[in-house]
């Protein structure tokens, strides 16, 4: 049985109980705080945000940036007895102003460099100086119940407007236990964060183990490595838009991973060619978990003992998954792409809004709005977002699956395909580009042939066009929803 703490913030006042010396999170620019003087800033920022907001039950956003003050924060609110909801500071002015009306968010704790994009009538609580926790200690932490909500996670709104997921502590506690086990945390692990903000799923995993976290905030590819060589890091965690730049990157044959004994990937599909091309380099497994804000967030991790490149891995433990016909709902055999279901201790307590359970089946289940299907061994292969995937003369197409032969050709730095109506096939495949080293229509229609030699009819590309970038959300994920309607208004001008 999985170890797990009551409360969530139950997990740095243990490890500072068990290892008060030892370093909790240091940072690339020498900050460094120990378990003890972590304990201590949780317990007086509590103080901090039970004097300016009051509670229990008050909901607090803080942003999410890549900085041990934001741990103070999460652990500090949730000891006050109060919700918090992750804000990602690469948000748009209206994206955070949406996350803060929809959750009632009472207090934003955020860095001065944010503040001016906040709406007014917020009150802002700095992310930057000691007024976090410049309080006397909490007198005693107001009572939680496992099955009160901890957070309030945002999805990523690719498919659509943002929906607030209600996580409760025993959620986000057993995920904890979870990730400590697929990525074989112990006490004394170094983990290196390559990320660009602080995701919780890291930040509660490496303090329920005792582990170090280092949080590597240069986005330069090469630096993150030798951090990674000078902490002596055992795990290296990144997204998979930095480790596919990175596996093409020139100065990949020069850099070595020392101590590291896995890279792990997460937040969406990490391409096959990067993952053999990282993983021969370093000699290491480079691993892909999977999940979502309603699973809190892991149900999958791919094993470092028995990778497979481009699965995600058998379920963690106490998690369970299957795929349905995406009609008929009847439970598929392996190797069937359908709709991939899962169930757990981890799965949310029910959308902001929305009544307890009302997301989940009779059995419990619920449903992803992932297409995938499960090998023998029950290694799970995610192939597309349902809303994403398409009919072209009654066959379903997967952008993603295109975008993989795309990228695989050399003349393409980055792409994303999409669905555009045909009068004739319901829809077919369009592309954006952002083209290496060629411009122009012409040869533009030139990768898109030499692509579509190697695609079935019904996957290949009828539409391209070339773009500067293709835009993302803060954790790599595609808009899709967004990109469709920009293709849309290019192919008819």
């Known amino acids: 049985m999985l170890d797990s703490v009551a409360r969530l913030d139950d997990l740095p006042r243990r490890a500072a109980a068990a290892d008060p010396g030892g370093t909790a999170i240091r940072t690339d620019r020498g900050e460094l705080l120990d378990f003890a003087e972590l304990d201590r800033r949780v317990d007086r920022c509590a103080e901090r945000v039970r004097s300016l907001v009051g509670g229990p039950g008050r909901i607090v956003a803080i942003a999410s940036v890549l900085s041990p003050a934001f741990a103070v924060a999460y652990y500090g609110t949730l000891r006050a007895g109060n919700v918090v909801v992750p804000v990602i500071p690469l948000l748009r002015e209206e994206g955070i102003a949406h996350l803060l009306a929809a ?152 850099l070595r991973l020392k101590t590291v004994r896995a890279v792990f990937s997460g937040g969406s599909a990490l391409p096959v060619s990067a993952t053999r091309a990282l993983s021969d380099q370093f000699g290491i497994p480079v691993l892909q978990g999977y999940g979502l804000a309603e699973t809190s967030p892991m149900t999958h991790c791919d094993r470092p003992h028995r990778p497979k490149p481009g699965s995600c891995g058998p379920t963690v433990p106490g998690a369970e998954c299957r795929i349905v016909d995406l009609v008929t ?72 699956e295109v975008e993989r032969v795309l990228l695989g050709h050399p003349a393409v730095a980055d792409c994303v395909v999409v669905d555009c109506p045909d009068r004739f096939s319901g829809a077919v495949a369009g592309a954006l580009v952002v083209p290496k080293g060629v411009t122009g229509q012409s040869a533009l229609e030139a990768i898109a042939a030499q692509v579509n030699e190697e695609l079935p009819y019904f996957q290949r590309i009828r539409h391209i066009r070339e773009v500067t970038e293709i835009t993302r959300t803060g954790s790599g994920k595609v808009r899709r929803t967004e990109l469709r309607e920009f293709l849309q208004d290019l192919l008819t001008q």
């Open 329 to 400: 709902r009847k439970l598929l055999e392996p190797g069937t792409r359908g709709e991939i279901q899962v169930r757990g201790p981890q799965l949310m307590r029910g959308y902001l809004g929305e009544s307890d359970g009302s997301a989940l089946d009779d059995e419990g289940w619920f449903n992803t709005g992932d297409v995938g299907y499960l090998d023998s061994d029950g290694y799970l292969f995610v192939v597309d977002r349902l809303k994403d995937v398409f009919k072209c003369d009654n066959w379903l197409v997967s952008p993603n």
């Open 103 to 254: 959750s009632g968010a009472e207090l934003v704790i955020a860095p001065a460099a944010l503040a001016g994009r906040l709406p007014a009538g917020v009150p802002v609580l700095g992310l930057d100086g000691e007024e976090l926790w410049d309080a006397p200690p909490l007198r005693s932490a107001p009572p939680v119940q496992p099955d009160d909500v901890a957070t309030i996670h945002f999805t990523s709104g690719t498919t659509g407007a943002p929906k607030g997921v209600r996580q409760t502590h025993d959620n986000l506690a057993v995920n904890a236990a979870q990730t400590v086990w697929a990525h074989g945390l112990v006490s004394g692990s170094v983990t290196v964060n390559h990320l660009p903000t602080y995701h919780p799923m890291h930040l509660n995993s490496a303090l329920h183990a005792g582990a170090t976290q280092v949080l590597c905030t240069d986005p330069d590819l090469a630096a993150s490595v030798h951090t990674a060589n000078a902490v002596r890091a055992n795990v290296y965690y990144s997204l998979p838009m930095r480790l596919s730049r990175l596996a093409a990157d020139p100065v990949l044959p020069g």
